[in-house]
T-cell receptor, first 112, second 114 residues
Framework: DVKVTQSSRYLVKRTGEKVFLECVQDMDHENMFWYRQDPGLGLRLIYFSYDVKMKEKGDIPEGYSVSREKKERFSLILESASTNQTSMYLCASSLNENTEAFFGQGTRLTVV | AQKITQTQPGMFVQEKEAVTLDCTYDTSDQSYGLFWYKQPSSGEMIFLIY????DEQNATEGRYSLNFQKARKSANLVISASQLGDSAMYFC???????????WGAGTKLIIKP
């Protein structure tokens, strides 16, 4: 059973904190993605990675960074969390651009 | 510019009826793929069906079929014999061979009435 696992289901952090969201996949996929999802805005791509140590900015990278030191793990980092980063964060992986993406269960982050 | 448009923010459908969720796309690429995903209230994103731009036949997966009309650039999802468990958000997405990214529509909230 293929799996994408996000480290936390719910997270509450204070403004200014550094936040790490971890994502691990066990399918040996090349591509990994971080999205945020807000009501009425659908999914917006923050960053993606197509190989170890490779990263590309998505549509809304400001305020975020990522790390991919190992193929199976893709981390999203909020350097200094702000209230406007309160959102649902979804991690996904795919074998290539012509195959479906598999998603983690999501992390609902609240910044207070 | 590449874009996915879902014009139905919400739909109510009677149980057991068929439902069509609209999706139109915009790209100048010749090679692309179209996906539909379901997101129940629990939040996980579930892959439903895929159609490649060169596939001549419409994709089908159980009760799901994709009505692919290339000239109209539409990729509507058809759910036959709807069930209460079909109530969810549905997202249409596109991937391009020239790009690693998935381009997403805003989603349609489907509610099945008993």
């Amino acid at each position: 059973d293929v799996k994408v696992t996000q480290s936390s289901r719910y997270l509450v952090k204070r403004t200014g904190e550094k936040v790490f969201l971890e994502c691990v996949q066990d399918m040996d996929h090349e591509n990994m993605f971080w999205y945020r999802q807000d009501p009425g805005l659908g999914l917006r791509l923050i960053y993606f990675s197509y190989d170890v140590k490779m990263k590309e900015k998505g549509d809304i990278p400001e305020g975020y960074s990522v790390s991919r030191e190992k193929k199976e793990r893709f981390s999203l980092i909020l350097e200094s969390a702000s209230t406007n980063q309160t959102s649902m964060y979804l991690c996904a992986s795919s074998l290539n651009e012509n195959t479906e993406a598999f998603f983690g269960q999501g992390t609902r982050l609240t910044v207070v | 510019a590449q874009k996915i448009t879902q014009t139905q923010p919400g739909m109510f459908v009677q149980e057991k009826e068929a439902v069509t969720l609209d999706c139109t796309y915009d790209t100048s690429d010749q090679s692309y793929g179209l996906f539909w995903y379901k997101q129940p209230s629990s939040g996980e994103m579930i892959f439903l069906i895929y159609q490649g731009s060169y596939d001549e036949q419409n994709a089908t997966e159980g009760r799901y079929s994709l009505n692919f009309q290339k000239a109209r650039k539409s990729a509507n999802l058809v759910i036959s014999a709807s069930q209460l468990g079909d109530s969810a958000m549905y997202f249409c997405a596109m991937t391009l061979d020239s790009n690693y990214q998935l381009i997403w529509g805003a989603g349609t909230k489907l509610i099945i009435k008993p």
